[in-house]
């Protein structure tokens, strides 16, 4: 019996023409553009920071993933696979990265029912 395989499905959509098609660009204004509009004032430099915060986080994780990537290993869990000279920046990343979503989490569901 021949199995068919589906070349049809989305695991298959290239991933350069979904980010050059604009939508996640697009999704991307729309989601800043409502934290944005949920702080007002002062207010605003919080979660500004804990956006930062998170994105220092996603840095400092493609920083020491980069080695995979380079090996072409782009789906991993975990620091295992990690060399141990980076094993430090994945761990800073982490917690960069779950912190400031937390807080930015927080700060909404507390100052945007105003």
Do not use: H
């Not at 979660?47 to 986080?57: C, D, R």
């Amino acid at each position: 019996m021949k199995t068919s395989s589906n070349n049809n499905s989305w695991r298959n959509f290239p991933a350069d023409l979904f980010v050059l098609s604009g939508i996640p660009i697009l999704g991307g204004i729309l989601v800043a553009d409502e934290v944005f509009s949920l702080a007002e004032g002062q207010t605003r430099f919080f979660v500004i920071g804990t956006l930062l915060v998170a994105m220092l986080g996603a840095c400092l994780l493609f920083w020491a993933k980069l080695p995979l990537y380079q090996k072409g290993i782009f789906v991993s869990f975990g620091p295992g696979a990690i060399p141990e000279s980076r094993q430090a920046f994945y761990y800073w990343g982490i917690g960069l990265a779950l912190s400031g979503c937390l807080l930015a989490g927080i700060f909404i569901l507390l100052y945007g029912a105003n």
